[in-house]
């Protein structure tokens, strides 16, 4: 054999692919992928297998192509021969199916094994409404508090300050000037255990507490009627009495719960017919307030021709008179329940 023939000879012989484990299998595919343009959502893994992955890329250095392309042939085989790949554990389970089942059914799953909430805690801690999360740290540290005000919006945080006891609220002031030191993972784990604790609540029935669904109740009951029940609840209950007293708005309170800046607002969401009828039943010592409020806070042109329609209108029945004031009081219940307007907290019933 002629010397060049062996020199070509030798360059058919292919060199051995480099024995390589697995962790280094998987960082070749991953540097792979990534120099053919693909996006591997690397962020996903575990925090001890990214670093794993990382640190298996960095050490490599080169890989001669013979290995490269057992490797890849190698992991196209396994995608060729799965058929079909369920998500890992509950957790994965859960994560595929959000939105797709109910939320309750997924909070009694994680409640019965165990696992927590995917995802950022604190998104859906900003979705809770004030009283949700005045309910939901009333028992926890002065520090949890002070890092929850620090996390959600700052107007739910004034309004949170504002509705806590006085001096509560200013220790939790305090006690958020003491959190520039706090770690992101710390506040991970607070953000996580004040979701386990919602999620660890009891199923109830009824979304509304008792004292506002007593006091819906009362505020649709003619006055004799709502007079006597509250008596009736006060002998068996005084403190449940007293806070149904508050839930309960008529339109006796219209005088002294409504701004009077609000009054036009409430000529929107009630037709004048309905309105001059109520101010025309409202005649007695508790509602003849109101009347006069409402009349006080619109134009002068539009209360004079109130009062001629009421006047033309004359005496109304009770029965008219109260379903009047009803659905007056109902629209200005809409509008404070939409936010466009505030009552005050004027208990007097």
């Keep these: 054999m002629q010397i060049g023939q062996i020199s ?15 962790a280094e299998k998987a960082a070749i595919i991953v540097r792979f992928l990534m120099t053919e343009g693909a996006n591997v959502p690397i962020g996903e893994l575990p925090e001890d297998l990214q670093a794993e ?49 109910s ?39 002065t520090e949890i508090a ?6 959600i919006d700052v107007k739910k945080a004034a309004k949170m300050l504002g509705e806590m006891p006085g001096e509560r609220a200013r220790r939790i002031t305090y006690a958020v000037s003491l959190t520039n030191s706090i770690t992101p993972d710390a506040v991970a784990r607070i953000g996580g255990a004040l979701i386990a604790k919602i999620e660890s609540e009891p ?21 004799a009627t709502r007079d006597a029940l509250l008596d009736g609840l006060n002998a068996q209950d005084e403190d449940f009495a007293s806070e149904v ?68 209108r004359g005496e109304v029945s009770d029965e008219d008179g109260e379903t009047a004031m009803s659905d007056v009081v109902a629209g200005i219940r809409g509008l404070a329940d939409s936010g466009e307007i505030l009552l005050s907290e004027e208990i007097d019933a």
Excluded: C, Y
Aim: neutral net charge.
């Design 53 to 101: 992955l990382t640190q298996q890329m960095g050490s490599l250095r080169r890989i001669d192509r013979e290995t490269l392309i057992q490797v890849v042939e190698e992991f196209a085989n396994e995608l060729e021969q799965t058929g079909l790949t369920f998500p890992k554990g509950v957790a994965g389970a859960l994560s595929e199916l959000d939105g797709k089942i």
């Design 245 to 312: 007293r508050k839930a309960i708005f008529t339109f006796k309170h219209i005088a002294t719960r409504v701004d009077a800046r609000d009054v036009s607002a409430l000529l929107r969401v009630v037709d004048n017919d309905t309105l001059i009828t109520a101010l025309a039943g409202a005649t007695d010592d508790l509602t003849k307030p109101s009347a006069e409020f409402i009349l006080a806070n619109i134009s002068n042109r539009l209360a004079d021709q109130f009062r001629e329609a009421i006047q033309e």
């Design 203 to 223: 199923e109830r029935a009824f979304e509304n507490p008792p004292v506002d669904r007593v006091g819906a109740i009362l505020n649709s009951s003619r006055s």
């Design 103 to 141: 939320p309750k059914a997924a909070a009694q799953i994680r409640k019965r094994t165990g696992v927590r909430a995917s995802g950022d805690p604190w998104e859906r801690l900003r979705e809770l409404d004030t009283d949700k999360l005045l309910a939901l740290v009333d028992d926890e540290s």
């Design 146 to 151: 002070a890092v929850l005000i620090s996390k």
């Design 8 to 22: 070509s000879a030798k360059h058919d012989i292919k060199p051995p692919a480099r024995r390589v484990n697995s």
